[in-house]
């Protein structure tokens, strides 16, 4: 069983650029979650994609966007980066209308902008 | 859903068992109590979680006390590769946002 990978690991951008991240959720998860963690913080949700559509949005501007692929991998892109977008993005799949909420996260993007 | 609060961090010697306390005194009937950990430079981890009745599981127990507003989680045997940071969450059966707090240290030493 695959687990969920993200890529890159590390990336640096400026402030005002644009960024694509991207994420394979684990076999068999047709759900997946992105999530901002801030250093010294807890992740804070940004989305869920439920068959290549949003369906749950947390308090992240329009700038913040995503997009789930047939194969159930996805990106998250972030337009116009600011220096608080730095940040590690982590990405977790999961089964939807399972009976529990077990979720599983990937290892994570470290994204800097300066 | 309902806010959890936890000690900022702990200590616990390895072999030990370790106790993380988690507060929710706020939370709903239908609201599980999820427990997930993050090892440093990792993500998060599913750990167990619980309603009413207590569980155990291969990696921890987790007790809930009657009137639910508090649970313990509970490492039997912690070992140095349980030093994590721990999450308490209160998150119902129809939700899937997790809202993670700030969490506890855990540190485990030789």
């Known amino acids: 069983e695959t687990g969920v990978t993200q890529s890159p690991t590390h990336l640096i951008k400026t402030r005002g650029q644009q960024v694509t991240l991207r994420c394979s959720s684990q076999?068999?998860?047709?759900?997946v979650s992105w999530y901002q963690q801030a250093l010294g913080q807890g992740p804070q949700f940004i989305f869920q994609?439920?068959?290549?559509?949003?369906?749950g949005r947390g308090n992240f501007p329009p700038r913040f966007s995503g997009l789930q692929f047939p194969n159930y991998s996805s990106e998250l892109n972030v337009n116009a980066l600011e220096l608080d977008d730095s940040a590690l993005y982590l990405c977790a799949s999961r089964v939807a209308g399972g009976t529990y909420n077990e979720q599983f996260f990937g290892p994570g993007t470290r994204l800097t902008v300066l | 859903d309902a806010k959890t609060t936890q000690p900022p961090s702990m200590d616990c010697a390895e072999g030990r068992a370790a106790n993380l306390p988690c507060n929710h005194s706020?939370?709903?009937?239908?609201?599980?109590v999820y427990w997930y950990r993050q090892i440093h430079s990792q993500g998060p981890q599913y750990i167990i979680h619980g309603l009413k009745n207590n569980e155990t599981n291969e990696m921890a127990s987790l007790i809930i006390t009657e009137d639910r507003k508090s649970s313990t989680l509970i490492l039997p045997h912690a070992t140095l590769r349980d030093t994590a940071v721990y999450y308490c969450i209160a998150l119902s059966s129809n939700d899937y946002k997790l809202s993670f707090g700030a969490g506890t240290t855990v540190t485990v030493r030789a």
């Open positions: 706020t939370i709903s009937g239908n609201e599980y």
């Open positions: 994609y439920y068959r290549e559509e949003e369906n």
């Open positions: 076999s068999g998860h047709n759900t």
